[in-house]
């Protein structure tokens, strides 16, 4: 079975530049979560979403972010305009409910860098 | 936020020792879960320990459980090149959502 398919897997550009990451969930998983990691912060979750319906968004630093999940196959993350601190990793993790329950399967991520 | 937070945050042991790493948190939990990344990859799910569990058992991996001390360890025993990689707990905090630790960087040396 395909897992959770993420892209690209590295994006390098310029600050003030709009950044989209793409993200496709296993079938069947209701829920969807956008994760960013970096040495500083860890893991940190910005968004989730159950039947591609945004559910929490506190984890969302800021305007210059915002997520959709048009339909049950895919979701995207964008920012704009990028700055050099969202630099960091960004994961696409899906599961079949929510809670601490079941796995989550993540994606091989989204390496950015902003220059 | 981090709930969970593990412990040592750097392990480095010989290919056949054990490895164990331990994780405390913070509030209440259902469930605690292990995962591990391998450099460049994303994290991949280990196992499952509910609350009302103290010990589990999946393949050269044992985790415990004590929930009057909110903390949880993971063995790894006869270890391999091939565990070298980060490890992380996660809780359950509020539901829905997974908090994670900071993560034990683990090194085999052949």
């Known amino acids: 079975d395909a897992g959770v398919i993420q892209s690209p897997r590295h994006e390098v550009t310029e600050m003030g530049q709009e950044v989209t990451l793409r993200c496709k969930p296993i079938?069947?998983?209701?829920?969807l979560f956008w994760y960013r990691q970096t040495m500083m912060r860890g893991l940190e979750l910005l968004i989730y979403?159950?039947?591609?319906?945004?559910?929490?968004d506190s984890g969302m630093p800021e305007d210059r972010f915002s997520a959709k999940m048009p339909n049950a196959s895919f979701s995207t993350l964008k920012i704009q305009p990028s700055e050099p601190r969202d630099s960091a990793v960004y994961f696409c993790?899906?599961?079949?409910?929510?809670?601490?329950?079941?796995?989550?399967?993540f994606g091989d991520g989204t390496r950015l860098s902003i220059l | 936020s981090q709930q969970g937070e593990e412990d040592p945050q750097a392990l480095s042991i010989q290919e056949g020792e054990n490895a164990t790493m331990n994780c405390s948190y913070k509030?209440?939990?259902?469930?605690l879960q292990w995962y591990r990344q391998n450099s460049g990859r994303g994290l991949v799910h280990l196992i499952l320990?509910?609350?009302?569990?103290r010990e589990k058992h999946s393949g050269r991996l044992r985790v415990t459980l004590d929930t009057s001390k909110k903390s949880s360890s993971l063995l790894i025993t006869a270890s391999r090149a091939a565990d070298t990689a980060s490890y992380f707990c996660?809780?359950?905090?509020?539901?829905?959502?997974?908090?994670f630790g900071a993560g034990t960087t683990v090194t085999v040396r052949a």
């Open positions: 993790a899906s599961s079949l409910v929510g809670g601490g329950n079941q796995p989550q399967h």
């Open positions: 079938s069947g998983h209701d829920y």
């Open positions: 979403f159950n039947n591609n319906v945004p559910i929490d």
């Open positions: 509030t209440s939990i259902n469930n």
């Open positions: 320990i509910r609350s009302n569990e």
């Open positions: 996660a809780t359950d905090e509020s539901g829905y959502k997974l908090s």
